[in-house]
């Protein structure tokens, strides 16, 4: 009994890993004492390990852009470390709910996950990475530079009253027509780094007024 007793405490005194992998962090050195975790107290953490041949990196979207991402899409990944070297994801997690915010005057971001297909062998954790998610794409588009598009108060007529949960702000462009300004409601579609699509109101080939977001939300037709 003695003996069996004595396996039963040297069995819990060897730590195994739950899996392969290297070891990334050492926290406790030889001869240090480690404190068994408890029911509010956790324990001492003695190695960490990670398995580098399933790398993710974690990005912050900010709310306008999250309901676009979608498990699955393609993203390209770039690694500070790994200069002119771009990297093919797959999204892999999509946050629930924003990121805590440590004050007030922080924007509102929810975490994202995205898997490195192909790691480069030498990777470490705790990198910095950038990457672009890939949400959409679309050929042959009519489009308009995002500094032409304007978002104004819709004017309603004498005696008109607004309906209950009718929108009180229409998206539009100013066009240039014989040396006048004329005001037209559009609907957009993907969003770009300069351009935006315009799914209904043009054709192509019109004459658009860009400007400061200000000065177009002042301007007057005509």
Known sequence: AGLSGARVGLNYATLTSPMNGVVTARRIEQGETAVIGVQNQPGTVLLTISDMSKVEAEMEVDEASIPSVKLGQRAEIRIDAYPNQVFEGEV??????????????????????????NPPLTI???????????????????????????????????????????????????????????????????????????????????????????????????
């Open 124 to 222: 470490k954790p705790g990198l910095s990475t950038q990457a672009d998610i890939f949400t959409g794409s679309r050929e042959n588009v009519v489009a308009v530079p995002l500094q032409a598009l304007v978002t104004r108060e819709i004017k309603l007529k004498p005696g008109e009253v607004a309906k209950a949960g009718a929108p009180r702000d229409e998206e539009g462009i100013y066009l240039f027509e014989n040396n006048k300004s004329r005001f037209l409601h559009v609907k957009t579609g993907l969003l770009g780094d300069l351009n935006i699509e315009v799914t209904e109101g043009l054709m192509g080939g019109e004459t658009v007024i860009t400007g400061p977001f200000k000065a177009l939300r002042e301007m007057k037709e005509g």
């Open 92 to 117: 892999t997690e999509v946050g629930g709910s924003p990121i805590l915010k440590l004050n007030t005057n922080e924007a509102i971001k929810f975490k994202v996950k995205v898997r490195i297909k």
